[in-house]
C-alpha cells in the first residue's frame, strides 16, 4: 500500500447567478421588526450579507470550487495541479486521478481529510463527472485502512486542532504568512503561484507530521 499525502485549497462560487440568488433570499435579522428598519437594513447590509453567505461555499462542494491540489507519494517529489479558470477544474481533478497506483492500494493522509478534502473531491467529482479511480475511498472514515487523518488521530473525533497548531506542539515549526483564509482573494487576484506554493508546503509538513505518529509506532 502507498501512502497518499494530501491538501486542497478551495474557493467559494464563481457564479453570479448564485449570488445573486443569495441576494434575493436575504432577510434582516428576525430582531428587525419595523419596517423602516427593515429597508434600512436592506439597503446598507445586504449586499455585505450575501457575500459572507457566498465566502462560506468554499466550504460547500456543491457550489464551491476546488482550485489547488497538492499530493506526494510516500517520500517523494510534493506534486501539485492547479485551477486558474473555472473550465480546468475538472482536468485539474482528473490529472490528481492520474496518479494512482493501478491496483487501488493507497492510504490517504491529510489534516482533516476525511471530512473535508476527501469529501470535497468526491462531490466535486459528482457534479463535474469525473470517474473516480479504484483508489480513491467512497465510504470514507477517518479510522479506514485508507485514510490517516492527523487531526483526528491527535484530537479524537470530537475535538479538533489547526496543521499549524499540531505542528507546532511537534517542534516542526509554523505555516508562514499565508493561510486558508487568504485563498479565495489571492485566486481572484491572479498569484496562483502562492496558492500552490502554499499546498504544497502544508502536504510537506503532513508528511512531517505523520512521520512523527509513526516514530512512536502509532
Known sequence: MID??????????????????????????????????????????????ADDIVAKTSFNPAAGHVCCIGWAHGD????YAEMRDLKDEKAMIETFFHTFPDLGLACFIGHNVAAFDLRFLLCRSIVLGVKLPPAFPRDIKPWGNNV???????????????????????????????????????????????????????????????????????
Not at 76 to 79: A, D, S, T
Not at 149 to 160: F, L, S
Not at 166 to 190: E, I, N, P, T, Y
Request: net charge negative; glycine share 10%; with cysteine.
Open 4 to 49: 497518499i499525502y494530501l491538501d486542497i485549497e478551495t474557493i467559494p462560487s464563481q457564479s453570479p447567478e448564485y449570488r445573486a440568488n443569495v441576494l434575493e433570499n436575504i432577510t434582516p435579522p428576525g430582531t428587525i421588526k419595523k419596517a423602516e428598519s427593515i429597508a434600512k437594513w436592506m439597503d446598507e447590509k445586504a449586499d455585505a450579507a
Open 76 to 79: 517523494g517529489e510534493v506534486e
Open 148 to 218: 490517516f487523518d492527523t487531526m483526528i488521530a491527535w484530537a479524537g473525533t470530537r475535538g479538533t486542532i489547526s496543521l499549524d497548531n499540531l505542528a507546532g506542539a511537534l517542534g516542526l515549526g509554523g505555516k508562514g504568512d499565508f493561510d486558508g483564509s487568504m485563498v479565495a482573494q489571492a485566486w481572484k487576484d491572479g498569484r496562483h503561484t502562492t496558492i500552490s506554493s502554499y499546498c504544497r508546503s502544508d502536504v510537506a509538513l503532513t508528511r512531517e507530521i505523520h512521520r512523527k505518529f509513526k516514530s512512536v509506532n502509532f
